[in-house]
Each structure stands twice: as C-alpha cells, then as structure tokens.
C-alpha cells in the first residue's frame, strides 16, 4: 500500500475555487491509480474522480464534471484535484485514494485500498 496525505480543504465562498493535494509516500505512487472521493454529514461516500497511474484517463462523477479537475504530478509523487465555481453542495470531507486495480475507472470506493485522512471543504453560500 501507498501513504496518503490530502491538505488544501478550508472554507470558502459559492463561486471561489480550491485545489486539494495528495502527497502519496511509501511505494511507487506512479504505479498507482488514483481517486478522490467525498462524504457530506449523514450522506455515503460519493465518487468524485479518478486518474489513470500514467495521468492519460480520468473519469469525474457527474455532480462536479465541467468543474473539477484531477491531476497528478508523479515526479513529486503528488495528486489533485482542482475545484471551481464550487457550491455550497460541495461542502464535505474530501478524501484521496489510490489502487493497481484496473476497476479503478468504476469510481467505487471498495477498489482502493490506500486512503488518506481526509480534508474537509467547506462551501459558504
């Protein structure tokens, strides 16, 4: 397994933007696929999106498709993914994942086996 660690969260306004890291050390991050997924108080996990280890394929959920954008960066070993025009639905706990499995496109979170800790996000209107 892969470490993960997710920073950038914070509170912002309707509208502002955001862009989350996921410093990955451990093992070779750039043989890893990797996700971000979500969790808002009392509602389940939500994939958010994933990104092929080579950074060629990503796939977004449709509730932040046009807005966000995943990236990574495997000579620093880091992943994120860029919010904007972001909405006060966004509001939740962010969570970076990663996986060798090739079901990684699927966006299901029992895919992955290495998660971060999480950082929360927090969309004012």
């Known amino acids: 397994q892969v470490q993960l660690v997710e920073s950038g969260g914070g509170l912002v306004q309707a509208g502002d933007s955001l862009r989350l890291s996921c410093a990955a050390s451990g093992r070779t991050f750039s043989t890893y696929h990797m996700g971000w997924f979500r969790q808002a108080p009392g509602k389940e996990r939500e994939f958010v999106a994933v990104i092929h280890w080579s950074g060629t394929r990503t796939y977004y959920g449709d509730s932040v498709k046009g807005r966000f954008t995943i990236s990574r960066d495997n000579a620093k070993n880091t992943g994120y993914l860029q919010m904007n025009s972001l909405k006060p639905e966004d509001t939740a706990v962010y969570y970076c994942?990663?996986?060798?499995?090739?079901?990684?496109?699927?966006?299901?979170?029992?895919?992955?086996?290495?998660w971060g800790q999480g950082t929360q996000v927090t969309v004012s209107s």
């Open positions: 994942a990663a996986t060798t499995s090739a079901r990684y496109l699927y966006g299901r979170g029992v895919d992955f086996d290495s």
